[in-house]
């Protein structure tokens, strides 16, 4: 009887092949951003100099007895904030200009997976988030004497987590702009009304109810959410934990519709 030989089966590629690969392009990343220092000023320096501006904002507005001053209500929620805004904004023009100079049609001629290259531009991302929060929490706190009624190492956790998602969300968006320009453009429409709605300004239950609706859906809302728990309470509650694992969730799944979307040219 005659033996059929059977074609070897190719070996299904394990999930961490590309780590080299992933790792490379987080260093790369790191060293262009090293070298440009307008984007290190605006990562490091300028919040830094918004906290100083909030500072001296409310420096002489009263406070009743028994509550937080003005300064500490509002900057704990910055914290959050400036995270997000910023590296929205650096994450989004950063790949960008990956897409328009061609390197990132080189980098895919490659064998690496499109979420590998993400995952490369998160951590790059991650270790500036995590540098940018850790001067602001500094600054706030030994400098300004920002009192809050929780742990700070939650206020910390969710300034990073917040940081995060502006990593992911401007990789995401950055699939749809073709010029640096039309990147910025998604600030007013994606960043202001969130900023506007998530009840930093106005309290969301004072808003109208298709606001509220609008707010619900928002990020930014549970990002903000998450700090006033914070501030407002010395043990983490449910609403705390449900807030941040919002902001986490949303985050990954920004990083997967990036790796989705993305394409090797702007055109």
């Given amino acids: ?48 100099v918004l906290l100083v501006l909030l500072y001296y904002m409310f420096e ?5 007895p028994g509550a937080p001053s003005m300064f500490d209500r509002v900057s704990v929620v910055m914290l959050g904030f400036f995270p997000f805004f910023i590296l929205f904004i650096i994450t989004s023009i950063t790949m960008l200009r990956e897409r328009t100079g061609g390197t990132l049609e080189r980098l895919l001629t490659t064998p690496l997976a499109k979420l590998d290259l993400l995952l490369g531009y998160a951590l790059a991302f991650a270790v500036l988030a995590l540098t940018q929060v850790t001067v602001m929490v500094a600054v706030a706190v030994w400098i300004f004497d920002l009192q809050v009624s929780g742990s700070l190492v939650w206020v910390y956790v969710i300034a990073l987590a917040d940081a995060l998602l502006g990593v992911a969300l401007g990789l995401l968006v950055s699939a749809f702009a073709r010029t640096e320009f039309q990147a910025v453009q998604f600030v007013p429409a994606l960043i202001v009304p969130q900023m506007l709605l998530c009840g930093l300004f106005v309290d969301r239950d004072a808003m109208a109810g298709w606001l509220q609706v609008i707010s619900d859906i928002m990020p930014m809302t549970y990002a903000v959410q998450a700090m006033q728990e914070v501030a407002a309470n010395s043990s983490p509650t449910t609403t705390m934990y ?15 519709g990036g790796a989705l979307t993305l394409r090797r040219r702007s055109a």
């Fill in 242 to 256: 449900v807030s941040l694992l919002v902001v986490v969730v949303v985050a990954i799944a920004c990083l997967l």
């Fill in 60 to 64: 002489s507005v009263p406070t009743p």
């Fill in 1 to 48: 009887m005659t033996e059929v030989a059977l074609a070897p089966q190719p070996a299904r590629a394990p999930l961490l092949r590309h780590t080299g690969i992933t790792l490379a392009s987080a260093r790369r990343i790191l060293r262009q951003l090293a070298h440009d220092r307008r984007s290190i000023a605006m990562i490091i320096v300028v919040p830094v």
